[in-house]
């Protein structure tokens, strides 16, 4: 789980007679991650394509571009069939003419409809006005402008124009008309100059409409219906043609990316004219299944080898795997190696990585790829993540309600989206709404009720109340989880500290990881040991009563506590200088008072969750110690909280009038805190149920955007810094699965 699979680096060399049924051999295991060759092999250059390979990119393009014209899409696939060459060359060719008539068709239909529509909304206006179009040009003396204004603005400047003899404006609901005879007849510009600082938008005359604007505005209307109605047969009978085609070209286009992949793939060989070298990576598993396959299909004619099985050191990729009895007399495999030159290539081509996880984990390895892919010499945080951030979200919203729908909301992404990365975090908030409900169960709570500790905790197990309470009535609580979250956070950076260690004594060696991940995490558990410890706390000092008071280590453990800091102090600032002494106090305590805001998450959502139940219900509190509540029974109680290990004294308790309006409360020992929307009415009633719903709805989303973020961010920020870089490769092998074609 903390390492990735095995990878071992293999390599087939043969001559070139046989280099079709290798590509063929490899392809259909699906297992090599190719490296690219990189010159330098003394003699071999980089391979060429095969034959064919302009032919079958030229027809991969042809196909991808019918698919376009056609929109076609994977919910068009009928049955896997078999794609033949000669399907390629004959009905691939027919479908290709026909398509291209088909949308050249709607090309020009959809050029005209848009000609139709902008000469309608050209004279719209017009028919607005109410005046033949004939009548607004083709004046020696007269002057027209139609456009959109005020009328009694452009009047009003027409009016004081020296330039203008006569005017007279037309208006219709959205359009102005104006006619001028100008003082001066050879004055072309007294219009346009009287119109300047105007708020006029001008509208041009369509020159190529005589009859009135109505009848030509209604013309060009039925127009465009009928390019319409043609519009909408070619649309359908493109519609049928893509039903009718679309699954051969599915899987015309799959076949041809499979020849494309093989036939360019010798571009990553090795090549002379009669030889060719190719390597990669494969899960040292498979090993033997590649061998056997390669060895099937062309026997002797290849040499198959295992160059070495990567380890996990940084410095390089391991030791070499145990050499085999090839037949290195084999004349192609020499011919292969040229006389037995090593294929070495280059030294960055690093193993892929292949995250393994059991099932349970795998979905977290989406948060882990947000921030990369660990490298093959990293350790995988994966399984960490899926043991704390699950149970930070679900420690932080705490509600049996919740975590139903969070899960169903996580099931509804896990099984209803073709996307692995979806798929994935669907998973994941499927464990955060598991612990999100289980810790609902412990708090005792569905939907901010206590339900849960009224039906089940009291009756059924016998206890006082629910093992857990969040800190909202019960104060001690609140410290407790200040506390925990402190410890929380202590384990979760020593962790990550511990993972530093490993990766730095293995990249740097043991001495650097000493003075750095081992420094800052002796500084941080001595800081937290004596934060936890009694030692010095008769003369008060700088830390809150209610960690030491929770925890209560000896004197003692404070002790050797700043011991432990003192020495991580001098070990980070040996391996880091000043600056590490500068950062000391982040690393000691900084990161681990981060940790706090899981506890002020779980108190701000249990007092949001609180809030709308009051409004909705109303609540009432007992004061258990009056006079008055002790003699119609009620008297403090211990609630052995944490199952015995946090016995508390309950003083008051406060309830939700769920079934009973304030009216039954109205007494001396109870104080009613609000009356409640469902007990005022219809009216409250049914503001009520909008704040329920609403309310409660808010309280859901802000869990993902609260709690969510501040989980991971614990993750990102505080955990991952301690160790993780990032940066492998994804294992790509050489194949394609196949989902519209078959060979059968």
Do not use: C
Request: zero cysteines.
């Amino acid at each position: 789980m903390l390492r990735p699979e095995q990878m071992s680096k293999v390599s087939v060399a043969g001559s070139q007679r046989v280099l079709g049924d290798v590509i063929e051999a490899i392809h259909d295991l699906e297992l090599v991650h190719l490296s690219d060759y990189d010159g330098n092999i003394e003699g071999f250059d980089n391979g060429d394509p095969m034959a064919g390979a302009d032919e079958a990119a030229e027809k991969l393009v042809t196909v991808r571009s019918l698919k376009s014209i056609l929109d076609v899409s994977e919910a068009d696939a009928g049955p896997t069939r078999i794609v033949t060459d000669e399907a390629l060359e004959t009905e691939l060719e027919e479908i290709r003419v026909e398509a291209n008539e088909l949308d050249d068709r709607r090309s020009e239909l959809e050029d005209d409809l848009r000609d139709v529509e902008e000469r309608i909304e050209a004279v719209e206006p017009f028919a607005d006005l109410g005046i033949d179009l004939d009548l607004l040009r083709g004046y020696e003396s007269l002057q027209v402008a139609v456009g959109e204004g005020e009328e009694d603005a452009v009047g009003r400047a027409l009016r004081e124009s020296s330039r203008v003899a006569a005017f007279e404006t037309f208006a219709g609901d959205d359009t102005l008309g104006a006619f001028v005879y100008p003082k001066d007849g050879d004055d072309d510009a007294a219009l346009d100059d009287a119109l300047v600082g105007v708020d006029f938008t001008r509208i041009e005359v369509p020159e190529d409409a005589e009859a009135s604007p109505g009848e030509y505005v209604a013309k060009l209307r039925d127009e465009r219906n009928t390019v319409e109605t043609k519009l909408e047969r070619v649309d359908a009978e493109l519609a049928e043609f893509r039903q009718e085609h679309a699954g051969f070209l599915l899987a015309a286009e799959e076949k041809l990316a499979i020849d494309v992949q093989k036939v360019e793939v010798p571009l990553q060989f090795a090549s002379t004219d009669r030889a060719f070298v190719a390597e990669g990576w494969i899960p040292t598993d498979e090993y033997d299944a590649f061998d056997e396959s390669v060895r099937a299909a062309v026997g002797e004619h290849a040499a198959v080898e295992e160059l070495e099985r990567a380890d996990y050191e940084p410095s390089g990729h391991g030791h070499q795997a145990p050499a085999e009895d090839h037949d290195d007399t084999h004349a192609d495999a020499a011919a292969a190696t040229d006389g037995g030159t090593n294929a070495e290539f280059d030294e960055s081509d690093s193993p892929p990585v292949v995250q393994d996880n059991p099932g349970p984990v795998s979905p977290f390895e989406s948060l882990t790829e947000v921030i990369n892919r660990p490298k093959y010499t990293e350790l995988d945080p994966t399984v960490v993540l899926f043991l704390t951030f699950p149970a930070f979200y679900g420690f932080m919203i705490g509600d049996l309600g919740y975590g139903i729908l969070y899960t169903a909301l996580g099931f509804w992404l896990y099984s209803s989206f073709d996307s692995e990365m979806i798929s994935k975090l669907g998973g994941v908030a499927m464990w955060a709404g598991g612990f999100t409900a289980l810790f609902g169960v412990l708090y005792g709570e569905i939907f901010g009720l206590h339900l849960i500790t009224n039906y089940v905790w009291e009756p059924v197990v016998g206890l006082a109340d629910a093992p857990l309470k969040k800190g909202l009535h019960v104060g001690a609580f609140a410290e407790l989880w200040l506390a925990a979250s402190l410890v929380y956070g202590i384990a979760h950076l020593t962790i990550g500290y511990v993972f530093g260690f490993v990766n730095e004594s293995r990249s740097h060696g043991v001495q650097t990881a000493v003075t750095e991940s081992g420094g800052q995490m002796l500084l941080m558990l001595g800081v937290g040991l004596w934060l936890f410890s009694t030692h010095g706390q008769s003369g008060g000092g700088p830390r809150p009563e209610l960690l030491y008071s929770v925890v209560e280590l000896p004197a003692i453990v404070g002790i050797v506590g700043l011991v432990a800091a003192l020495a991580g102090l001098v070990l980070v600032t040996i391996g880091e200088g000043a600056a590490g002494f500068l950062e000391s106090p982040t690393y000691a305590l900084v990161n681990t008072v981060s940790y706090t805001r899981i506890a002020a998450v779980l108190l701000a959502k249990a007092g949001m969750a609180y809030v709308v139940n009051l409004l909705v219900f109303g609540a009432y509190d007992v004061d258990l110690t009056s006079e008055a509540a002790q003699a119609h029974g009620y008297e403090p109680y211990t609630a052995n909280y944490l199952f015995g290990l946090f016995p508390t004294e309950i003083h008051h308790e406060t309830h939700f009038m769920l079934f009973s309006g304030p009216g039954k409360y109205q007494a001396e020992y109870y104080s009613v805190l609000f009356d409640g929307l469902i007990h005022m009415g219809w009216g409250g009633v049914i503001a009520g149920v909008l704040v329920l719903v609403v309310g409660h709805a808010l309280v859901l989303g802000l869990g993902v955007t609260s709690a969510g973020l501040q989980a991971l961010r614990l993750e990102y920020v505080e955990f991952f810094n301690k160790f993780y870089e990032g940066g492998g490769e994804k294992y790509n092998p050489f194949g394609y699965t196949r989902n519209y074609t078959t060979e059968d």
